[in-house]
């Protein structure tokens, strides 16, 4: 059996540093807010190329403090509204809604399943505050307009970059072309920890400081509380395993985009439409590598009868979800035709030539 994403295999490739990683951890006797967070914290900054990085819980309180942070600043006020494309994973929109902020769904675009750009202007409102980009499957979803508008109606862009960490726009890093960003490490995204994870990094100062207070409490003074906080907290073994995968997250994406070339040019069938592979081929670092066909319950039972192992992201729209019923009246086609075709099959980093090979014959012989 191929598996989809065998993580087992993967943190094995760093199996001593990271071995060493948690004994260090363990006995240092130091498990929260330590050095290890801090060294972690200098990394990612580095690596994003942003001033600030904070390690928190995992990539929903990621945005949502992003969120809470800028209602604390005053630049936004429950009722405000955030546009968001429509066929995001369900966090990006539970952060803005936690918050009682409105989410305005904007339809993707077929050509790379990120919010279609040119539907945003339409949608800003006198009560809108920022656009949530969200970098889906781990493709840049960016464009210079994109800025013009937010400067023009001085609104915030803030990256959902869960998916896409390592990808770059001109020579711009994914969680640095916004103003803020938010990351998630849960183990099967591009950097993975051993359990939950997430980040955010900014470029400014006051933001930077008012979601580090609102992650511990809304306190950066021991006991001294200056507003309603959370507990959000990355460990210090998780920043410590993610700082030795940090190391290695430019290989791990570039053997992705190997695959993902393999798959753009060697899969050929008329009954699959395969993703584009950019002209920039770092815009995207292949969180997922996606196709879509009429049937396919039937790709997927075809696959499963030959050894590979396939996924839905995702089966259900947001809008169609119960837990969303007040938008359930939104007419979003594309958005609902992306989630009726979509199959991801398997481009982990750990996949063999053969598993590579077998894919696309079995892709190709469908
Ligand atoms: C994974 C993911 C999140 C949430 O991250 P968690 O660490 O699971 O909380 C948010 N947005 C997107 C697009 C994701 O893929």
């Not at 640095?176 to 950097?191: C, R, T």
């Not at 997430?198 to 400014?204: L, M, P, Q, V, Y």
Request: net charge negative; aromatic share 8%; charged share 20%.
């Amino acid at each position: 059996m191929i598996k989809f994403l065998d993580l087992q295999k993967i943190n094995l490739q760093y199996q001593e540093e990271i071995e060493a990683s948690l004994l260090r951890v363990f006995r240092s006797g130091w498990y929260l807010q330590g050095e290890e967070v801090r060294q972690f914290e200098k990394n990612f900054s580095n690596y994003i190329g942003t001033p600030h990085a904070i390690g928190v819980a995992n990539g929903m309180d990621a945005l949502r403090l992003i969120l809470r942070a800028y209602m604390e600043l005053g630049f936004m006020q429950e009722g405000d509204e955030i546009i968001v494309p429509s066929n995001t994973y369900i966090a990006s929109l539970l952060a803005i809604t936690d918050n009682r902020l409105v989410p305005v769904l904007v339809e993707p675009s077929l050509a790379n399943y990120n919010m279609n750009l040119s539907l945003v202007e339409e949608k800003i409102t006198a009560k809108t505050k920022a656009i949530m980009l969200v970098h889906l499957y781990g493709q840049v979803s960016f464009s210079t307009e994109i800025v013009s508008f937010a400067k023009k109606y001085q609104l915030q862009i803030i990256e959902d970059n869960a998916q896409a960490i390592g990808a770059m726009y001109d020579g711009i890093k994914t969680g640095n072309l916004g103003d803020v960003a938010g990351y998630s490490f849960y183990p099967g995204k591009n950097l993975g920890a051993l359990g939950d994870g997430g980040a955010i990094t900014c470029k400014d100062d006051a933001l930077a400081m008012k979601i580090r207070s609102l992650a511990n409490y809304g306190s950066s003074q021991k006991y001294v509380h200056v507003c309603k906080g959370w507990n959000s907290r990355l460990d210090e073994i998780q920043a410590a395993i993610l700082d030795v995968k940090l190391k290695y997250i430019e290989i791990e994406n570039a053997k992705r985009r190997i695959i993902a070339k393999r798959y753009c040019t060697e899969i050929k069938n008329d009954k699959l439409i395969l993703p584009t592979f950019p002209l920039q081929e770092k815009e995207h670092v292949w969180h997922l590598f996606v196709v879509r066909t009429a049937n396919r319950l039937d790709l997927q039972s075809y696959l499963l009868a030959n050894g590979i192992q396939t996924l839905i992201h995702y089966p259900i729209p947001i809008h169609h979800q119960e837990a969303y019923a007040e938008l359930k009246t939104l007419q979003l086609p594309i958005c609902e035709k992306i989630h009726d075709e979509v199959l991801s099959i398997p481009i982990s980093s750990v996949l063999e030539d053969t598993e590579i090979e077998q894919i696309i014959h079995c892709l190709n012989a469908y």
